[in-house]
């Protein structure tokens, strides 16, 4: 089983910065993808930015220049960078990984969600 812990969700003015981080623990092989998704009141859940495990990235395009995908290897864990926040960033922000097994499997595993709220 994997286990994947969120953190650093909050709230913040317009313009603000927050940076959000996902590590992972388990028994598994190794990482592949991971990236970072967003869904808000009444919609539906939307890729904000992924990152292979070369570090090659993409990021959705109201969030490009503001947000900042990375990743550490050797902590497991996938972090968010967002800067220049705006109100429509509001949203439950939650990591996913795509780990391979012991088995070499390929399996997709969801942190639980962080809230951040944008708000004057």
């Known amino acids: 089983q994997v286990q994947l812990v969120e953190s650093g969700g909050g709230l913040v003015q317009p313009g603000g910065s927050l940076r959000l981080s996902c590590a992972a623990s388990g028994s598994f092989f190794s990482i592949n993808d991971m990236g970072w998704y967003r869904q808000a009141p009444g919609k539906e859940r939307e890729l904000v930015a992924g990152?292979?495990?070369?570090?090659?990235?993409n990021y959705a395009d109201s969030v490009k220049g503001r947000f900042t995908i990375s990743r550490d290897n050797a902590k497991n864990a996938v972090y968010l960078q967002m800067d220049s926040l705006k109100i429509e960033d509001t949203a439950v922000y939650y990591c996913?990984?795509?780990?391979?097994?012991?088995?070499?499997?390929?399996?997709?595993?969801w942190g639980q969600g962080t809230l951040v709220t944008v708000s004057s």
């Open positions: 996913r990984i795509i780990v391979v097994t012991t088995l070499y499997r390929s399996l997709q595993y």
């Open positions: 990152i292979t495990r070369g570090n090659s990235t």
